[in-house]
Every structure is written in C-alpha cells, then in structure tokens.
C-alpha cells in the first residue's frame, strides 16, 4: 500500500495503524474511529448528523477497496476490523449502508487465509448485531455464505460462523419481514450440498423456519423434498436423525393440513426415493406415501403406474426389511381400493359429480396427461419409457379423476414378465388385474390382447399361489360380458375355421347335436351364456402351452384343469377341449391330453356334477357333450372305453373292447387298461359294481369286463378283475316269485338320438390314423412305442 495516498477522512496514523501486522495496533486503529475523541469517529457522527451520505460512503469505500480487498493480508484483516467499527458507530444508520458494509467482508469469506476468514466472521456479527432486522433484505447473501463457512475445515472459523448463524436464526425468529419467496431458490439449491456440516447448517434453518407462525414452508415443500430425502442419506447419524425430526414435523403438518398440499408435485418424488437402496430413506418415503394416498385419495390416482412401479417390488422383501414390506402393503391396498367402478366409464366429455364442486364447464372432463416434465423412468425397462405418462400436473380440486390404464397395465405387465421378481410381488400384480377386470372390464378388455400371452406363461411357474390367481385372472377374462365381440374370428386364427367338421359324420334326421358344428360353435365357448369370445381362445392357448411344454401337463395340467372347473363351467371346458383336440395333428398329444382329461373327469370331486350328467345321458345336451367327448377320447382306446362305462353305454363299450383285437397292442395300451381296472375298484365305479348282481339286465357289461380280462395278462390286475368276475352271482339262484312273475326287463336302451354305429366307424377311422403315425416313427427309429408279442 503505497504510504503517499491520501485516505482523508482517515489519519496516517489511523491508516498506518490497520496496516500493521499486529492485531492489537489494528485494533486500536479501530477503536480510534469508533471513540468520540479521535477526529475521524467524531467525523462519522457528524456525517450521520448532518446526513451527509457521501462522505459516510466514502469512509466505507476506502477501507473496503484500499483495506478488505486489498492484496495485503495484514491490509485486509484492517479493513475488516474498521468496517465493524464504523457499522457500530453508525448505529442504527448502518442499515442504510448494509450492501456496502456486507459486501467485502463476503468477499473475504473465501480468502485462503482461514485467520482472515475468521476476523471476516467476526466483523460481520458485528454489523448483523447493529443492524438486526436491517439484513433480512440481505438474507440471502449472508446465507449463502454461511453455507459455505458451515463446512470450513478450520474449526475457529466455523465456531464464529456458528455464532453467526444463532444471530442471524434470532432475527429471523422474531420478524415478520422475512422473504420466504425469495429465499426459497438459494435453499432449493443448497440443500443439494453433499458436505455433511452444510447438510447440518440447511436441517437448522429448516427447522426454523418450520417453527415461525408466520412462515408457511409447506406451500414450498415440493422446492426441498427432494433434497431432503438426499440428506436423509446421510452417512452421520446426527444429520439423519435432524432430517428424520424435519421430514416427522412436515408429515404432522400435512396431516393437519391436507387441503393446503400439493400432493401431485411431490408424488414424482416419493416415487423416486420409494425405489432407493438406503433402507431409512425407503421407508420414509414409503410411509409419506401411504399417507399420500390416504389423504388425498383418488386425486392420486394419475400417479398410479408410478405409484405401483415402486410399491410392488418392495411387496417381495424377506424379514430384513419388514417395516418397508409391511407400509408397501398398505400402500398397494389402499391404491386399489381407489379403483370403482366409475373409472370404467367412457372418457368423453360428460358431467362429473366431484365432492369438490367445479364451477367451470371445461374442467368437467378429465383429459390425457402428457409427459411430465423433469420425470423420471419409472418403468421397469426402458423399453417402456417413452409409452408411459407416469406423472404430469393435475389439479386435486378442480379437475375431475380419470384412470388412466396404459401406463398401470404396461407396469403390471412388466413386472409380471420379469422372472427375477419375487413371488409375492407376482401374486399382487395378479390381483391387481383381477381387480382391475372386475371394477373397469370396459377399458382392461383393449389390453387383453397384449396381457394374454404373459398370463398364459404365468400358468409355468413355480408357485402354487401364482398360478391360482393366474388362473382367476384368466377364468375372468374368459367369463366376463365385456370380453364378447360380435366377431371374434381373429382371435381363434384361420387355421381353427376349415378343417372341424372333417372327422365328424353328419347323421340323417340329426342336425342339431351329432351334425357338422357351425361357425359359431367354434368362436365361442358351447353352451354357456357367461363364456365370452376370449374363453375359446384360452382353451386352444392352453392345450398349446400343454402340448409345448409336456413337463407343466404332466406336473400341473391336472391341477389347472381342475382349478378352472372351479372358477368357470366344466361342462364348457370339456366340451371346448375335447372339440379341439378332435382336430389336433400331434396325435399322441392328443392321446395323452385326453388320458389327463379322462382321469380328471372320473376321479376329480370337482366334478361329480358332470359325472352325474353322464351318467344317464337323459338330456339332449348330456347326449351332445357325451358324442363330442367320444369323438376325441378315440384318440385313446382304454379311456373310450372307460367314458362308455361312465356313461352306462355297456354294450357300446364291448363293441369297441372286440375292435381291440384289430390294434396294435402296446405296453402302454395294456398300462392303461391295468389303470383301468384299478379303477374299477374304486368308489366311482360303485354303481357298475352293483350293476353286476342284474346279470340278465346288463349281460354287456359283463361281457366287456371279460373282454377287458381277456385282454390282459396274468398280471395283478388280471387277478383282480378274475376275483370281481368270480363275485357274479348264478342269475338262477336270484330268481324269485315277483321276478318270475314279472316281465323280463331288458338291458337300458341305448339313446336313439346318438348313432353308436357312425362312432364306432369314428373309432376306427382315429385308431387307424393312430396306427399310421406309430408306424412312421418306427420307420425314422422311434421305437418309443414298445411292442409286445401276445
């Protein structure tokens, strides 16, 4: 500093003395303006008394320029020191003065010299402790550099920072003048801080501002959650603990506020903080979403995909993370339950009845969000993010709710295509579109198409569980009123249209149950009113997923088959199966599918009502389902045989055991008929049994069950069957007096509507196509068909 200059109003000494390297000259130097004595003090008040602001401007130019911001240290710690001593003598004028009092003392904030940044410290309390509620206008500054002295590493100056920080905190405390609006940017922007002592020094100011009356943080909440939520992350338990007490007194203020929230700008950010790894922050979030959705109900609904995007993973955690599991469940409960069956009304414009009213007509309809802005991907691939509008703006008061289901049902359906998810997320994503098929079927039916292929993979996986609520989802799609079109041929493919009637025989005097099925008898499901145009489709999925994947026919095939005669119409899913495995080119596929049917159908409690309506065949339509389950079970010899007994078709069933001779006779071939005859044993067959004691009525019977015994080896099952054989009484030795008087009962009379000599010649016709297939394996080497020399 060059001594010549001249710093008037300032004495040399004066100048000399904040120059010295010495803090004690310095301070005296200071002192020396502030006491009444010294020329230049007395000069200050009398500026101040005679309102002579230039002059008073000019003693604070010269030690901010030449001393606070000169390039001498020593300079600088002077200029400080004086600009505190001249904010006290000012007095309360020195608010007309902040901005140039402030300015340099910030400036040396960032000096590399922590001694500096310290005086600079202690001369801003200084001109804060004058001033008071003079700096609120100058707020943001002086926080902004406080944040950055909150992580200083020298720990002097963060102490006189601190001190700084409780001045400053008091003022704010007890004014009403405080800008909250304009404050709110820089704390938006601070509060992203990755320093734990700024992340401390932002929790602080938080909670002040939390705890003034006249200050509403909550309108301003969506500015800092996120941040919030960052900080929350934190790896100090302090600070955790300070932003867990920060985010506990918002949520009790939302609680009690919760018309005044702005609940869809903070959704986005729940979601994004619900799908983090830190364990604290996850639950947080989850919590403040399950309160979400409780409190704001219905208006949340917008943000659904989003919503389900990050609860339905968490619905898979094992006990380690329990609470999260236990709030994520809530959280999907309570979003469904907002789901009626309003929200599967057309989405035209149209008048809504809202328990807020709506005074302006062109709110009355809700309309299609677009992307939001700054969004995040919610989706489970990115594959999906540009088909999903997860969040965008709407009014929770004034706007009517739509659910939209383009962006739920692509979440569902990707997290149900992912094989990595966990089981019980799996089965909540399969309530939820059970759920979502019973209250809106309307707009769920416009994505079937696109959900039917990953239900029917569903129905291959490991859980039990799964697979029943897949089966539930599917039994709906396929009973529900909105799945019938008027048209449904697509869904069924050309190849399912030309070539039905070929194995059927049309029979004179009989169109209705025995002639070529029409058209509509393919499209939709036989009988039943409630089977939609999707019901035939699933069936003709199904048989395709069995007949792909042989392994889920033989572990679960009876399992499903038999769940579904539960949830729909047997009658319907024979009928359906057995048409269309009358057409199936996979030969012993179709053998082996109608073994499985055939072992369901005698022995499934389930369906003990259609064993009964077999059993007489003394309707049209018992006589209808018994030809067409015939015409396909021709695919397996020994289970025709067995529906003939089922039936009481005695004299049908010794027909074909005589026709047994003219087939090759396998190893398979004489299992199935040792299974039979175990059955036979059983409690199904107990009226067949009782039958035997009327040996004049049922001589067919008796002639087909030693036809069965000839066919067999002296196995075990021969020995059984010789045993029950033996059992038949002398016809002689049970003639009594009524009886002799009686007349003769014949056999029960076969059915004139059903032509037993066309399906014989059926029989025949499949058993031969059989044959040939059997044979060109052989050719090729395929000797799975082991024979056996009789």
């Known amino acids: 500093m060059n001594p010549e200059k001249d710093f008037a109003p300032l004495t040399p000494n004066i100048v000399r003395a904040l120059n010295d390297k010495l803090y004690e000259k310095r301070k005296v130097a200071a002192l020396e303006i502030e006491n009444p004595s010294p020329s230049l003090s007395r000069l200050v008040r009398e500026f101040v008394a005679q309102n002579n602001t230039v002059q008073i401007k000019h003693v604070i130019q010269t030690l901010s320029q030449e001393f606070a911001l000169s390039q001498h240290p020593h300079s600088r710690k002077g200029g400080l020191i004086g600009l505190a001593a001249c ?15 402030i300015e340099p003392v910030l400036t040396c904030f960032n000096d590399a010299d922590s001694r500096l940044r310290y005086y600079a410290c202690e001369a ?29 590493p020298d720990p002097n100056v963060k102490s006189g920072s601190e001190l700084l920080d409780r001045l400053l905190k008091d003022i704010v405390t007890e004014s009403n003048k405080f800008d909250l609006v304009g404050f709110i940017p820089l704390l938006r922007e601070r509060i992203y801080s990755n320093n734990q002592y700024a992340r401390q020094f932002i929790i602080s ?51 009690k506020n919760p018309s005044s929230v702005k609940f869809a700008e903070m959704a986005n950010i729940l979601v994004i903080h619900c799908q983090t790894t830190d364990d604290l922050i996850q639950l947080t979030a989850m919590c403040w979403m399950r309160e979400f959705i409780q409190l704001a109900g219905r208006a949340m609904l917008p943000y659904s995909s989003g919503i389900l995007t990050a609860v339905l993973p968490c619905l898979a955690y094992d006990d380690r993370k329990k609470s999260i599991k236990e709030v994520a469940n809530v959280c999907n409960q309570s979003l469904m339950k907002l789901v009626t069956p309003e929200d599967d009304e057309p989405e035209e414009p149209k008048p809504v009845v809202q328990r807020q009213a709506d005074p ?25 993010s540009s088909g999903i509008s997860v969040f965008s703006p709407a009014s929770t008061e004034r706007v009517p709710v739509t659910l939209h289901l383009d962006g739920i049902v692509q979440v569902l359906n990707c997290h149900l295509s992912d094989m990595a998810i966990g089981m019980m997320t799996r089965i909540a994503v399969l309530k939820w579109l059970y759920h979502l098929y019973i209250k809106t079927p309307r707009k769920m039916f416009r994505h079937t198409d696109s959900l039917f292929p990953i239900l029917l993979q569903t129905l291959s996986d490991e859980s ?94 009876a399992f499903i088959i038999r769940q579904l005669c539960l949830l729909l119409n047997a009658e319907n899913i024979f009928h359906s199966m057995a048409d269309i495995l009358l057409r199936e080119e996979d030969l012993k596929f179709a053998s082996t599918m109608v073994h499985t049917l055939n072992t369901i159908l005698l ?14 065949l003394r309707t049209l339509e018992s006589q209808d389902l018994f030809c067409c389950l015939y015409r396909s079970w021709c695919h397996n010899p020994v289970t025709t045989v067995s529906l003939c007994f089922l039936t009481q078709n005695y004299r049908h069933a010794y027909d074909l055991i005589q026709k047994f001779g003219d087939l090759e006779v396998t190893v398979d071939f ?36 030693y036809g069965l015994l000839m ?30 008087k009686a007349a003769p009962k014949s056999q029960k009379t076969d059915s004139a509507s059903i032509d037993y000599a066309e399906l014989l010649q059926h029989f025949e016709k499949v058993q031969k196509k059989h044959l040939e297939v059997r044979h060109q394996r052989s050719g090729r080497g395929d000797h799975l068909d082991r024979r056996v020399v009789l």
């Open 360 to 384: 302006n007509p062109d709110n009355s309809s809700a309309k299609q969000e677009g992307p939001g802005s700054g969004g995040p991907d919610v989706s489970c691939d990115s594959s999906f």
């Open 603 to 616: 022995t499934s409690t389930e369906l003990f009502q259609l064993r009964n309506q077999l059993k007489d």
């Open 124 to 152: 801003l309390y200084n001109i804060v402790k004058v001033a008071r509620g003079a700096v609120l206008p100058h707020f943001n500054v002086l926080f902004d550099g406080l944040s950055k002295l909150a992580a200083d």
């Open 670 to 705: 004489l299992t199935e008929v040792d299974k039979l005859v175990q059955l036979i044993e059983c409690p199904i067959f107990t009226y067949l049994r009782l039958q035997l004691l009327d040996v004049k009525n049922n001589p067919y019977l008796i002639k087909a069950l």
């Open 711 to 740: 066919l067999l080896p002296q196995s075990s099952a021969f020995q059984l069957l010789s045993h029950r054989l033996q059992c038949v009484p002398n016809p002689e030795l049970l003639q009594t007096e009524d009886s002799l």
């Open 87 to 101: 904010s006290i003598a000012l007095g309360k004028d020195s608010g007309l003065y902040l901005k140039e009092l």
């Open 464 to 557: 039990d569980e799964v697979i029943l609520k897949d089966l539930e989802v599917l039994a709906e799609i396929a009973s529900s009123p909105a799945g019938q079109t008027e048209d449904p041929g697509p869904l069924d493919g050309p190849d399912l249209r030309t070539s039905h009637s070929e194995p059927q025989v049309p029979t004179p005097g009989r169109a209705g149950l025995l002639s070529t099925p029409s058209t509509k008898g393919l499209e939709c499901s036989p009988s039943s009113p409630t089977m939609n145009s999707y019901f035939y489709k699933f069936m003709i999925n199904l048989l395709k997923r069995f007949s792909s994947e042989r392994k889920l026919l033989e572990v679960r095939g």
């Open 205 to 255: 100011w938080i909670l002040v501002l939390e705890s003034v009356p006249d200050i509403n943080l909550l309108d301003y909440l969506p500015e800092i959650l996120d941040g919030l939520f960052q900080i929350l992350g934190d790896n100090g338990k302090e600070i955790r603990k300070m932003c867990e007490v920060v985010l506990g007194e918002f949520l009790k203020e939302i609680k």
